[in-house]
């Protein structure tokens, strides 16, 4: 499970990643996270955290927790999204979205497994170049030479894991 920060970093990142969706649409009504209004961050942070307890679930079952935290919150299904009137014309279920719209769910929970799963990579790739370093000195972490841009020379105590490829 990732922690609070990391909930909001992801969430930020699957944000951005909608509103680049959106805009590719040519919807430009997304503005920025940092512009974003507050409901509208809660909603991404309680997405992440719902693939994150329920990190198999389907594009639907995101949609669904979507729609009920919508409901709950009071937006009702309308033509149009109005945050004033609190109106929305996703509040359908799944299968009745558009194609556009059902993307957005996939486009979400691939941005938070993967978020999740290169985090966890990077630890991996941390700890195998630091190491272990409870009761122990650290060790030095990757730095590049300042002059040539080379990598500095390292320690390293095992291979670092790559990533499997992914099959073309």
Same mark, same amino acid.
């Given at each position: 499970?990732?922690?609070? !920060?990391? *909930?909001?970093?992801?969430?930020? *990142?699957?944000?951005? +990643?909608? $509103? !680049? ?5 040519? @919807?430009?009504? =997304? ?19 719902? *693939? ?7 594009? +639907?079952a995101s949609h669904d927790n979507w729609t009920a935290q919508k409901l ?12 004033? +009137?609190?109106?929305?014309?996703c509040l359908v279920p799944f299968d009745q979205l558009p194609s556009e =719209?059902? !993307? ?16 966890? $990579? ?5 700890? =195998? ?6 009761? =122990? @000195? ?5 730095? $590049? ?11 390293? $105590?095992?291979?670092? @894991?790559?990533p499997p490829r992914a099959k073309e």
């Amino acid at each position: 499970m990732l922690d609070y !920060a990391n *909930i909001i970093a992801c969430a930020i *990142i699957c944000h951005e +990643a909608n $509103r !680049a969706y959106c805009a590719s649409l040519g @919807d430009f009504s =997304q503005l920025p996270w940092v512009d974003a209004p507050d409901w509208q961050k809660v909603s991404a942070m309680d997405g992440v955290t719902f *693939i994150l307890e329920n990190f198999e679930a389907p594009p +639907a079952a995101s949609h669904d927790n979507w729609t009920a935290q919508k409901l709950a919150d009071g937006w009702v299904w309308g033509e149009v999204k109005d945050e004033n +009137a609190k109106t929305h014309p996703c509040l359908v279920p799944f299968d009745q979205l558009p194609s556009e =719209q059902q !993307a957005k769910d996939y486009i979400f929970g691939g941005v938070v497994r993967a978020y999740v799963e290169s985090s966890a $990579r990077a630890v991996s790739a941390l700890d =195998q170049v630091v190491g272990d370093t409870e009761g =122990q @000195d650290p060790q030095p972490i990757p730095t $590049r030479s300042p002059d040539a841009g080379e990598p500095a020379h390292l320690s390293v $105590r095992g291979p670092i @894991d790559r990533p499997p490829r992914a099959k073309e």
